[in-house]
């Protein structure tokens, strides 16, 4: 038996894939290792998928100079399969990993890919890959990662991933599942990243999901939760990701939360959530994005301590008070977004030291005085939106400069000449002024 020699139905399982997901038209990615799939003189050293390195195919480590090669990884990234996965698949027995995602993968999951027991990791994820999950994903005892994202499953799911106990991860995020998040996932404590959003889950959050003790990142936003969050959620030290936005929570944010101090990223924006208290999660040292718009939290922010890792904040649409707080000691903020509030006072000067600034939004406020001069100099703005306040003053001059492509000053006191400056931004796309006191004739700049 020559070196590295791959079983036949190993063969013949790679074949049945490459031939019922249209392998010839498959594209081949030159930035990944190994050659084109080619199903000539086999088991010779020139096409031996294991020695030759096939592009996408794992083999054991030992292969070179094993009598026997076996097939235990095969990772297809955005290559261009379509068609269907074949019942051959079951020849894979000692398959580890099927990375396959953002393909374009169709019908359901054949019955004898949930045969392969060895499997650690099975990513389908972003296909158009449809029909329910059968309650024997149960087999796959051994899984750690399980990625179904962005296709057209329904029924119900929780029920087999709860059997999974050394799931590490899982992503069922945007397909048709119906169901709750069941209390039962605190079996699962391993369990380190939760992606349920866009899936249509209903019912509230169990309390059971913060003793899950190594949970890092929860995605479970856009579903139609209802409900309270629970304080039990204070309990997961380790958590970085925790996204709820898009729901239909109701009450405050426990205070608990602010015992997450590894938190990175928090969003619970468009539920209808109230309190005072939202203010201190905003102390959370390695927060980096604060997303709360689309609630009813009141307070006033002047004098709220910021972490200076933010990089994005959005508050709109709340009801909150006061002058606008010290932005200017989070260096590296990209996007500041404060629309519709009750803000008072005038716009910080400081802002112009905010060099990767991006987006600036502070529509609908009471906001008043003039646009400072210093904000000419930040070269990164792409949106400048300050409309529906009580600014003054003229304008030339003092807008951002360089990447400008939205612009929305409209409903205030500005006067003087329009800011023509702004038009020599080829990447500028929308102008809106109306209800202001500017006067003076049109420039051909506008026309360029």
Same mark, same amino acid.
């Given at each position: 038996?020559?070196?590295?020699?791959?079983?036949?139905?190993?063969?013949?399982?790679?074949?049945?894939?490459?031939?019922?997901?249209?392998?010839?038209?498959?594209?081949?990615?030159?930035?990944?290792?190994?050659?084109?799939?080619?199903?000539?003189?086999?088991?010779?050293?020139?096409?031996?998928?294991?020695?030759?390195?096939?592009?996408?195919?794992?083999?054991?480590?030992?292969?070179?100079?094993?009598?026997?090669?076996?097939?235990?990884?095969?990772?297809?990234?955005?290559?261009? !399969?379509? &068609? *269907?996965? /074949?019942?051959?698949?079951?020849? $894979?027995?000692? =398959?580890?990993? #099927?990375? +396959?995602?953002? @393909?374009?993968?169709?019908?359901?999951?054949?019955?004898?890919?949930?045969?392969?027991?060895?499997?650690?990791?099975?990513?389908?994820?972003?296909?158009? !890959?449809? &029909? *329910?999950? /059968?309650?024997?994903?149960?087999? $796959?005892?051994? =899984?750690?990662? #399980?990625? +179904?994202?962005? @296709?057209?499953?329904?029924?119900?799911?929780?029920?087999?991933?709860?059997?999974?106990?050394?799931?590490?991860?899982?992503?069922?995020?945007?397909?048709?599942?119906? &169901? *709750?998040? /069941?209390?039962?996932?605190?079996? $699962?404590?391993? =369990?380190?990243?939760?992606?349920?959003?866009?899936?249509?889950?209903?019912?509230?959050?169990?309390?059971?999901?913060?003793?899950?003790?190594?949970?890092?990142?929860?995605?479970?936003?856009?579903?139609?939760?209802? &409900? *309270?969050? /629970?304080?039990?959620?204070?309990? $997961?030290?380790? =958590?970085?990701?925790?996204?709820?936005?898009?729901?239909?929570?109701?009450?405050?944010?426990?205070?608990?939360?602010?015992?997450?101090?590894?938190?990175?990223?928090?969003?619970?924006?468009?539920?209808?959530?109230?309190?005072?208290?939202?203010?201190?999660?905003?102390?959370?040292?390695?927060?980096?994005?604060?997303?709360?718009?689309?609630?009813?939290?009141?307070?006033?922010?002047?004098?709220?301590?910021?972490?200076?890792?933010?990089?994005?904040?959005?508050?709109?649409?709340?009801?909150?008070?006061?002058?606008?707080?010290?932005?200017?000691?989070?260096?590296?903020?990209?996007?500041?977004?404060?629309?519709?509030?009750?803000?008072?006072?005038?716009?910080?000067?400081?802002?112009?030291?905010?060099?990767?600034?991006?987006?600036?939004?502070?529509?609908?406020?009471?906001?008043?005085?003039?646009?400072?001069?210093?904000?000419?100099?930040?070269?990164?703005?792409?949106?400048?939106?300050?409309?529906?306040?009580?600014?003054?003053?003229?304008?030339?001059?003092?807008?951002?400069?360089?990447?400008?492509?939205?612009?929305?000053?409209?409903?205030?006191?500005?006067?003087?000449?329009?800011?023509?400056?702004?038009?020599?931004?080829?990447?500028?796309?929308?102008?809106?002024?109306?209800?202001?006191?500017?006067?003076?004739?049109?420039?051909?700049?506008?026309?360029?």
């Amino acid at each position: 038996m020559l070196s590295g020699y791959v079983p036949q139905h190993q063969i013949e399982a790679l074949q049945a894939l490459y031939s019922s997901t249209n392998g010839p038209n498959w594209n081949w990615n030159p930035n990944v290792t190994g050659i084109p799939w080619n199903f000539t003189s086999i088991n010779g050293t020139t096409n031996n998928p294991c020695i030759s390195s096939w592009q996408g195919v794992n083999c054991t480590d030992s292969c070179s100079s094993a009598s026997v090669c076996d097939i235990v990884g095969i990772e297809l990234i955005d290559h261009g !399969l379509t &068609g *269907t996965l /074949p019942s051959e698949i079951v020849g $894979l027995a000692d =398959l580890e990993w #099927l990375v +396959l995602p953002f @393909n374009e993968l169709s019908s359901t999951l054949p019955s004898a890919l949930f045969t392969l027991g060895e499997l650690t990791e099975l990513k389908v994820g972003a296909n158009k !890959l449809e &029909g *329910t999950i /059968p309650t024997i994903l149960s087999n $796959l005892s051994n =899984l750690q990662k #399980l990625g +179904l994202g962005t @296709n057209d499953f329904y029924g119900t799911v929780y029920p087999s991933i709860l059997t999974l106990s050394q799931l590490r991860s899982f992503d069922i995020s945007s397909n048709h599942f119906t &169901g *709750t998040i /069941p209390s039962g996932l605190m079996e $699962l404590q391993y =369990l380190e990243t939760i992606h349920s959003s866009f899936a249509n889950f209903h019912g509230i959050i169990p309390s059971e999901l913060g003793y899950i003790k190594n949970l890092t990142i929860v995605f479970l936003g856009t579903n139609k939760l209802t &409900g *309270t969050f /629970p304080s039990t959620l204070g309990l $997961l030290e380790k =958590l970085k990701v925790f996204s709820f936005g898009s729901n239909s929570l109701t009450g405050e944010v426990p205070q608990s939360l602010v015992n997450l101090t590894n938190m990175e990223f928090f969003s619970c924006a468009m539920n209808n959530l109230h309190g005072q208290d939202i203010f201190t999660i905003m102390k959370i040292p390695s927060l980096k994005f604060f997303l709360i718009e689309g609630n009813s939290f009141t307070g006033n922010f002047e004098n709220v301590h910021l972490s200076t890792e933010l990089l994005s904040m959005r508050l709109d649409i709340n009801y909150f008070t006061g002058a606008i707080p010290n932005v200017c000691v989070c260096s590296n903020f990209i996007e500041i977004t404060m629309g519709s509030n009750q803000f008072t006072g005038t716009l910080p000067s400081c802002l112009s030291s905010l060099k990767q600034l991006e987006i600036v939004d502070f529509d609908n406020n009471w906001l008043t005085g003039t646009v400072p001069t210093e904000y000419s100099t930040l070269a990164n703005v792409v949106t400048f939106v300050v409309s529906t306040n009580y600014f003054s003053g003229p304008l030339g001059n003092v807008l951002p400069k360089g990447k400008l492509s939205t612009v929305v000053i409209s409903d205030n006191g500005f006067h003087s000449s329009l800011p023509f400056d702004v038009f020599n931004s080829s990447l500028l796309t929308t102008f809106i002024a109306t209800k202001n006191c500017f006067e003076g004739s049109f420039s051909t700049q506008i026309c360029q």
